[in-house]
């Protein structure tokens, strides 16, 4: 069965179709300047891959073919096998056999590099990418044991300690940061408990909504919110703070006039962190456990009385400390990954804005993983 259209541009490419067999014969000249009519004729043979099992391409009528031609009959015969269809070139003219055979070559050439620029591509992305999580690593377990050092030497010189410096940062990280915490984690306790009593309902217990918050809010949502909220507040903060400093060169000048930097800078910081964080930890908390409370009374009638007997008989005083335990620690990562990043602030106002970005967004993971590795923890030990 042959094609029912046939105009004089046909000549250069005809189908003739044989139950699963294609056979395409080409004629005229596969030059340049019939790139037009040459491209839609190969585009159509493609279309036609679908219906046939193999395919013959005839090149004995070739009167003329340059190197554009040859490359076109190499992409026709690439786009049959990428359809899955094989694809024969026969009767091929033997003064074009070089040239094809060439095109042929150098399309392989061309093939194989992107390959493997790809492969390189990737080896070297997971490279960098090995690279970053280790340089970023050790950076932190410098800045941790600086601040030990630094630490230590004002316990034993208490004078030292900028105690004025670190209470203005508690007052900005601590008592400023009150209300959108209350806000944020009352919230929170709300939706947690009109989530529980929805799907309590089904099985008429919603009472056991009161274990639900009691447990979820002290144990790790409470402090894992307050944690996330405090890197995004406080945590960029302080690296945009630093990042500042340290494109106007004023931590180089704390150095030149003989202070030290670490102990000025970012020792007050941290410590006013590791204590806002309980605090706030806390009083999120309890913030949570009111919500619930209020929907709990609205939501399933469960009255403040009957809340708060069944939230004694829920929780234990283990819940209450395994949540309160991890603030501190998580406190001191988020305060040494916003003052590592702060510090390796460039020049230019584009690396601020990075390494801010970076801060809060290592913060945040490393609050899951911190998280992560207490439950464990408190998990092999019974509480």
Known sequence: MSSAKRTAKDALLEFKVSGRQLALTAGGSWTADRAGDLERLVDAALKRARDAAAVDINMARVERLDTYGAWLLERLVRGFAAAGREARVVDLPERYRDLVGE???????????????????????IRRTAFGIGRDFVMIVQM????????????????????????????RVGWRATPIILLI?????????????????????????????????????????????????????????????????EIDALRTMGFDPLKILILPRVVALVIAL????????????FGAALVSWAYAGIGPEIFL????DAIELDDFVVGMVKAPFIALIIGIVACVEGLNVKGSAESLGLHTTASVVKSIFLVIVIDGLFAVFFAAIGM
């Open 144 to 171: 941790l044991g600086a601040l030990a050092i630094a630490g230590m030497r004002c316990v034993i010189r208490p004078w030292t300690f900028r105690f004025t410096s670190m209470v203005h940062h508690l007052d």
């Open 309 to 312: 007997s069944r939230l004694r």
């Open 103 to 125: 095109a042929g070559r150098i399309n392989l050439g061309k093939v194989a590099a992107a390959r493997q620029g790809r492969l390189a591509t990737a080896i070297a992305a």
């Open 185 to 249: 984690t009352f919230v929170l306790g709300c939706i947690i408990a009109q989530q529980g009593i929805f799907h309590f309902r089904r099985f008429g217990i919603e009472i056991y909504v009161v274990d639900m918050v009691g447990i979820l809010v002290l144990r790790e949502m409470g402090v894992v919110m307050v944690a996330m909220m405090v890197a995004g507040r406080s945590g960029s903060a302080y690296t945009a703070e630093l990042g500042s400093m340290k494109m106007r060169e």
């Open 278 to 289: 309980p605090i706030l930890t806390f009083i999120g908390s309890m913030a949570a456990l």
